[in-house]
């Protein structure tokens, strides 16, 4: 076996909550911005004074209707400001929030206050409640439902006004870091969800070590205070991690309930955040809109230059951080000033103008991709982390990030490889268990190691690198072994390509369903003259089906032939987090998606394919 430890910066403290928090940043400095709130478009500051005030009012409203400490509460609503309220209310007064993603199933909003025996649930608007109604006779422990657009904090302040601050101040003092936080349930790829049981003691880990090592994003700049938007759903741990991390460090946090680039964009820029944390998938977005937007420009070739020129120049700044090389040239350097005049500054202020570092975590992204914004001024620090372990357990650190991986041990946390690969992690951040499953614990768990399932290789440095899942792993009917990830992760480099699942258990070659990203591909045939092309089929361009098998055989280049796509179908239809293909982070659920699409994938096995080229089907 091969470990690598890091050891804790910052060790968790021996008594109280996440709650205290909100009010030592009010004692100590009450106007400080804590929060940033969206209302009637325009953002308006929140104090920390102000916070610890709603904080305390909310609380205080739901000891007035019923809520014990102990008591569990699911939210069910997408990321916005009252969502941070009710989960610092509620660990004020010792209770428990439980997340839930707005677009759950009523089935999957019945397990989770089922299997939780939550006594009250926030939902944000009316089909959450009605959603939440038609389950509601298979939950005899819900007692209360409250619908934030129906203006539930106010009327929970009100009921609250006969309650005195000390009560709430006696439960918050009783509150330890051992205690439970929240229960969140793994979105999962194949299975039924399980619950995480999360202390407070697991996030004061998480975030105070985080918040130490990586001190050039929280960080004040030019008396700038640092400030985040926060995208991602509340009801994933990273979106969790994010929310407690900003107040304990004290950084300005604003909500954006939309993840699409439609819908950032115009908050990047009316926000201006220092720094981002988001998952692949927006960066990805974020570079296709910038490329897009120069192709109509007639511009193409000066980004596709600029890029370039950003790869290499990064490449040679990490070669000279780990000392195996001197830095970018005279010549690279010049030519990166004239870029960065030309195209980078202008990537930087679709992100708002001010934003310098990022985390990514969730998913994997492309080393290209990352050394790309590296060199265009916005260093992206990818880590690796799961429910179970509270978000990150491992990250690049300032200073020495190696692209293409997801980095050492975050302080205070070991990795550990097996001798077949397998990723065991160990610390503080790693969860007490699953609720109410003994036997899945046990499983997850052996002399305080976690295992993932996820399988990687450690470098010399402990920079640590995914390969698949155990679970994923491709056995072809000729017992060739492969994991499909860097295949998948190289054909969706092309803009065109929205998803793509690459398939071959137990078959005589490897094949692949591809899906496109609608907007791209009508933005590309706009661009050429071309007829939009009709939802059914958006694959019926001979050249786009070119442009796609290009992207096939640029990722067989990276494996044998062997292991190579031989075939591959565009689909019509979208892996969505809504037809439950892909989870909220959108990982691929590979068994549901084989199931959806059985028909297609049988059809690309019936006639064997030539073996020059992959052949669409």
């Known amino acids: 076996m091969r470990e690598f430890r890091n050891p804790a910066l910052v060790t968790a403290p021996q008594a109280g909550g996440l709650a205290d928090a909100v009010f030592e940043n009010a004692r100590v400095d009450p106007d400080r911005v804590q929060l940033g709130r969206k209302e009637d478009g325009a953002w308006r500051d929140v104090?920390?004074?102000?916070?610890?005030?709603q904080v305390l009012a909310l609380a205080k409203g739901l000891i007035a209707q019923g809520v014990r400490f102990g008591d569990r509460v699911v939210i069910m609503s997408r990321t916005r400001y009252e969502w941070t309220l009710f989960d610092f209310a509620l660990w004020t007064i010792g209770a428990q929030p439980v997340p839930v993603y707005p677009g759950s199933s009523p089935e999957q909003v019945a397990w989770i206050l089922y299997d939780t025996g939550a006594v009250g649930c926030?939902?944000?608007?009316?089909?959450?409640?009605?959603?939440?109604?038609?389950?509601?006779?298979?939950?005899?422990?819900?007692?209360?439902?409250?619908?934030?657009?129906?203006?539930?904090v106010e009327e929970l302040g009100a009921a609250g006004e006969r309650i005195a601050d000390g009560v709430v101040h006696r439960h918050r003092l009783a509150v330890t870091p051992g205690a439970v936080a929240t229960v969140i349930y793994t979105s999962g790829t194949t299975g039924t969800p399980?619950?995480?049981?999360?202390?407070?003691?697991?996030?004061?880990?998480?975030?105070?070590?985080?918040?130490?090592?990586w001190q050039p994003i929280f960080a004040s700049h030019h008396h700038e205070q640092p400030s985040t938007l926060l995208?991602?759903?509340?009801?994933?741990?990273?979106g969790r991690m994010v929310e407690v991390g900003a107040v304990r460090a004290r950084v300005r946090l604003g909500h954006q309930p939309e993840m699409s680039a439609t819908a950032l964009l115009p908050d990047f820029v009316a926000f201006r955040p220092t720094f981002v944390l988001a998952v692949p998938y927006v960066f990805e977005k974020v570079f296709a809109a910038a490329r897009a937007k120069a192709e109509?420009?007639?511009?193409?070739?000066?980004?596709?230059?600029?890029?370039?020129?950003?790869?290499?120049?990064?490449e040679a700044r990490e070669r000279r951080s780990f000392g195996t090389g001197p830095g970018p040239t005279a010549a690279l350097r010049l030519r990166h000033r004239f870029f960065d005049r030309v195209v980078y500054s202008k990537v930087r202020a679709a992100l708002g103008g001010r934003v310098r570092n990022a985390v990514s975590g969730g998913s994997t992204m492309s080393r290209r991709l990352g050394l790309f914004y590296d060199g265009a001024g916005l260093t992206i620090y990818e880590g690796y982390g799961l429910t179970e372990t509270t978000a990150a357990a491992t990250a690049n650190p300032p200073g020495r990030v190696r692209y293409g991986t997801v980095g050492p041990p975050v302080p205070g946390t070991a990795v550990r490889l097996t001798e077949d690969g397998e990723i065991l992690l160990r610390g503080p951040i790693v969860f007490s268990g699953y609720l109410g499953d003994p036997d899945g614990t046990a499983a997850a768990l052996c002399d305080g190691w976690l295992a993932t399932g996820d399988l990687g290789s450690i470098d010399e440095d402990g920079y640590l690198t995914i390969t698949g899942r155990k679970k994923e792993i491709i056995v072809t009917a000729s017992g060739k072994n492969l994991s499909p990830v860097r295949l998948e992760e190289r054909v969706r480099e092309h803009p065109l390509v929205?998803?793509?699942?690459?398939?071959?258990?137990?078959?005589?070659?490897?094949?692949?369903?591809?899906?496109?990203?609608?907007?791209?591909?009508?933005?590309?045939?706009?661009?050429r003259g071309k007829p939009p092309v009709h939802a059914s089929d958006p694959a019926a361009d001979p050249d786009l089906r070119a442009e796609v098998r290009r992207a096939i055989t640029a990722a067989n280049t990276l494996v044998s032939k062997a292991e190579?796509?031989?075939?591959?179908?565009?689909?019509?239809?979208?892996?969505?987090?809504?037809?439950?293909?892909?989870?909220?982070s959108r990982k691929l659920r590979r068994r549901r998606v084989e199931e959806a699409f059985a028909r297609e994938i049988e059809a690309m096995y019936e006639a064997r394919p030539t073996p020059q080229a992959p052949q669409a089907r």
């Open 47 to 53: 104090s920390a004074a102000e916070f610890r005030d």
């Open 122 to 152: 926030v939902v944000e608007n009316e089909e959450h409640a009605m959603t939440l109604g038609s389950v509601v006779d298979r939950l005899p422990a819900l007692a209360r439902v409250w619908q934030l657009d129906a203006g539930t």
């Open 194 to 213: 399980r619950g995480c049981v999360l202390t407070h003691a697991n996030f004061m880990a998480e975030c105070d070590n985080l918040i130490a090592r």
């Open 231 to 238: 995208f991602l759903p509340l009801a994933h741990v990273f």
């Open 296 to 314: 109509q420009d007639g511009n193409l070739g000066v980004f596709d230059r600029a890029v370039e020129t950003a790869v290499r120049y990064a």
């Open 498 to 527: 929205d998803h793509c699942i690459v398939l071959g258990n137990d078959r005589p070659y490897v094949s692949a369903l591809v899906t496109l990203d609608l907007e791209a591909v009508r933005h590309w045939l706009s661009l």
């Open 564 to 584: 190579s796509i031989r075939t591959f179908r565009i689909l019509s239809t979208p892996f969505t987090e809504e037809s439950g293909l892909v989870t909220p």
